[in-house]
């Protein structure tokens, strides 16, 4: 069975247990160690936190502009909490603060800023072309390379330049949180951490690659199912990587994301 005739259906990725815990479901184990969460759907989680968090305190018609997610350590497949404060209140910009915590530790931070929606729409362009659509992509299986439950939630059409060099589109019918709906935001920011994967410069058995932030530049709101990630990976000589997406959907540009890499050559690989 290929990634795009899996289904999951009555599954999602985190179960809330009251307040702001939650517990994460089998289809978030991670890539590197499947013992542990893959990160990308907590960074889903907290987007549709503080989007949650800005309706209930009737907090006006502002938009995500940035996101930046700082990852301090692995999350087990545990339940967790999350805190959330305002920085910085405004009327027309707004920073916000969210924080995944396990067992006492600060686990991932989430600083964003909300900015005042303002009518763009006649200077709106970008000289960025658009992805070819999914359909002209040939399926790809992100678990022909990764262990884990989250890349076999997901389903990909791939086409790869080169190792570090692909354009690709993930889809998932896994709900992010049970028993309630999230916006089409929070379902991309709980997709695209898997950039990072998409197109390995070598293999894992060679070196690891992990991200240490996720820093997320959004133009607008997205539509649409399907994600487009046209990514590149880099590698520095001296242990520094970066794997730089400019992020689609099917109308087009919908932002950019950059993630920081750790490159550690693996013994004998």
């Not at 893959?38 to 018609?61: C, S, V």
């Not at 399907?226 to 990587?241: E, K, N, R, Y």
Request: aromatic fraction near 8%.
């Amino acid at each position: 069975m290929n990634a795009d005739e899996r289904r999951h259906d009555d599954a999602w990725y985190f179960e809330p247990l009251g307040g702001l815990r939650f517990a994460p479901s089998r289809h978030v184990g991670g890539g590197w160690n499947p013992r542990e969460q893959h990160i990308a759907p907590a960074f889903g989680l907290l987007t549709h936190l503080l989007e949650r968090h800005l309706e209930q305190r009737g907090g006006g018609d502002l938009v995500l502009g940035r996101l930046c997610f700082d990852i301090h350590g692995v999350l087990p497949m545990d339940a967790f909490e999350v805190e959330l404060d305002v920085v910085r209140p405004g009327r027309t910009i707004e920073s916000v603060e969210a924080r995944i915590v396990h067992g006492g530790r600060t686990a991932v931070v989430l600083r964003a800023w909300w900015l005042a929606r303002t009518d763009t729409a006649a200077l709106a362009a970008t000289p960025e072309p658009p992805l070819p659509p999914p359909d002209a992509l040939p399926p790809w299986d992100f678990a022909s390379v990764w262990p884990g439950g989250f890349v076999r939630s997901v389903r990909a059409r791939r086409r790869e330049q080169a190792p570090g060099r692909c354009v690709c589109w993930v889809d998932t019918d896994v709900a992010l949180l049970k028993g309630e709906p999230v916006s089409a935001t929070a379902r991309l920011m709980g997709l695209v951490d898997i950039a990072n994967g998409a197109t390995p410069r070598v293999a894992p058995d060679r070196a690891v690659f992990p991200n240490l932030d996720l820093t997320a530049h959004l133009l607008r709101a997205p539509v649409g199912a399907w994600v487009g990630l046209d990514t590149s990976v880099s590698f520095g000589p001296g242990g520094v990587g970066l794997t730089h997406s400019w992020i689609h959907d099917c109308d087009g540009l919908v932002g950019v994301v950059s993630q920081c890499l750790t490159v550690r050559p693996v013994v004998g690989g």
